[in-house]
């Protein structure tokens, strides 16, 4: 009888200890004291910060640039009059032309100088704005945040005009635009052509926010979303082929599920 009793009290405080030793485990793990404890640091797994997005993209926009600039070069390759000019010295008749170049014409017409070149400037100036972090979500907005986005835009716009009428893969040097004897290298796209695609940005933002936006509203078509977004916004479409994107992709309004 001694002996149950004996090993009944034991029992008891014994449970009473365990109890009383799991109410005193905290609801989650706490951080300890290493000097306390003595657990070696390379036990000890700190929360590591989700991976910050850089600014700017720059290997995103190098390389869609000069998926523009090829593609535009081998449309030039279809010409009999580029072909005609591909050989001579390189160096030398490429900085020839480039020294030739003067007046405001280059011989082109109303349409190329005024739309084709700034249309494909607003395809450079997009490239810049979908590789930039901020920029990408701007819609159409009378604030600086937005201005001074697309002035970046313009920016990069102009050194991809400079490039093609007079860099290392240019009009100039290949096919020798330009070249002495002729009128064909002018001051007009060098001038023109960045700032008109600025301005081709701003409209198809404006028209991808008032009007474009308003008519997907109103209709339950994808496809017919999917045409306005090309119709109203060529630019862009045109740059999100180069990020091998959908043409009616938006970074800031997802047109369907697979987005």
């Not at 000890?44 to 000069?66: D, I, N, S």
């Not at 050194?159 to 096919?175: D, F, K, T």
Request: with cysteine; proline share 6%.
């Amino acid at each position: 009888m001694k002996v149950c009793l004996t090993l009944f009290s034991v029992s008891a405080l014994i449970g009473t200890g365990w109890t009383q030793a799991l109410e005193d485990l905290p609801d989650a793990p706490q951080p300890q004291d290493n000097a306390s404890n003595g657990i070696p640091a390379m036990y000890l797994r700190p929360v590591q910060a989700p991976p910050t997005e850089p600014a700017f993209h720059w290997k995103g926009a190098t390389t869609q640039t000069f998926g523009l600039l090829v593609a535009e070069q081998s449309f030039r390759m279809v010409q009999q009059k580029t072909r005609d000019h591909l050989d001579g010295r390189f160096f030398a008749d490429w900085f020839a032309c480039v020294e030739n170049l003067h007046g405001w014409s280059d011989g082109d017409s109303m349409f190329t100088n005024y739309v084709s070149h700034p249309l494909h400037s607003a395809v450079a100036g997009y490239i810049e704005i979908q590789n930039d972090s901020q920029g990408r979500y701007l819609q159409f907005d009378n604030s600086e945040r937005y201005w001074m986005s697309r002035l970046r835009a313009l920016g990069w716009a102009e050194l991809y005009e400079i490039q093609w009428h007079l860099g290392p893969i240019s009009e100039a040097s290949i096919g020798h635009v330009g070249r002495p004897g002729t009128h064909t290298l002018g001051y007009v796209n060098l001038v023109t052509s960045a700032p008109g695609g600025f301005g081709l940005i701003v409209f198809e933002d404006w028209l991808d926010k008032r009007v474009v936006e308003s008519r997907e509203a109103r209709t339950n078509s994808l496809n017919t979303r999917r045409v306005y977004r090309m119709l109203f916004c060529p630019g862009r479409a045109i740059a999100n082929l180069l990020r091998a994107r959908k043409p009616w992709y938006r970074d800031y309004r997802p047109i369907d599920w697979t987005e």
